[in-house]
């Protein structure tokens, strides 16, 4: 008997002010999708996904040197980790308007483990979360 993998199709809807700030996010999106792919875990430590990013969006992250001074979540290695081994495929951005667009993905299972490391990948490119289908 095969088993079959079900698929369900999830969103984070955001609006945004420049439509750069969309192509900036499904640019990281797409690489590191194809990166994970590959399934090489060690991808994750090299250092051009800083190049991604903004400084202002770099400091969003703590930095063992800084933990008692900084109250973020996420430092940018277990970020990405996280990325990396959520149970869904990263599938790009989809602009519904001119003020409008989705982060989509497809989860591999249910529970597949939350989206807190996307909703903070969102963030990250300055856009505001309304609504999400996960």
């Given at each position: 008997?095969?088993?079959?993998?079900?698929?369900?199709?999830?969103?984070?809807?955001?609006?945004?002010?420049?439509?750069?700030?969309?192509?900036?996010?499904?640019?990281?999106?797409?690489?590191?999708?194809?990166?994970?792919?590959?399934?090489?875990?060690?991808?994750?430590?090299?250092?051009?996904?800083?190049?991604?990013?903004?400084?202002?969006?770099?400091?969003?992250?703590?930095?063992w040197g800084d933990w008692a001074e900084n109250s973020n979540q996420w430092d940018f290695e277990s970020w990405l980790d996280a990325i990396y081994n959520g149970e869904y495929q990263l599938q790009g951005c989809m602009i519904i308007s001119d003020t409008t667009a989705r982060l989509k993905y497809a989860a591999w299972a249910w529970p597949y483990g939350g989206a807190d490391c996307l909703r903070h990948l969102v963030q990250l490119f300055g856009l505001t979360i309304i609504k999400e289908e996960v």
């Open positions: 008997m095969k088993v079959g993998i079900f698929i369900f199709p999830c969103y984070i809807e955001f609006s945004y002010q420049y439509q750069n700030q969309v192509e900036q996010l499904e640019k990281f999106v797409l690489d590191f999708q194809k990166e994970k792919d590959k399934q090489e875990p060690e991808m994750m430590e090299d250092k051009k996904w800083l190049g991604y990013f903004n400084q202002s969006s770099l400091e969003e992250f703590f930095y």
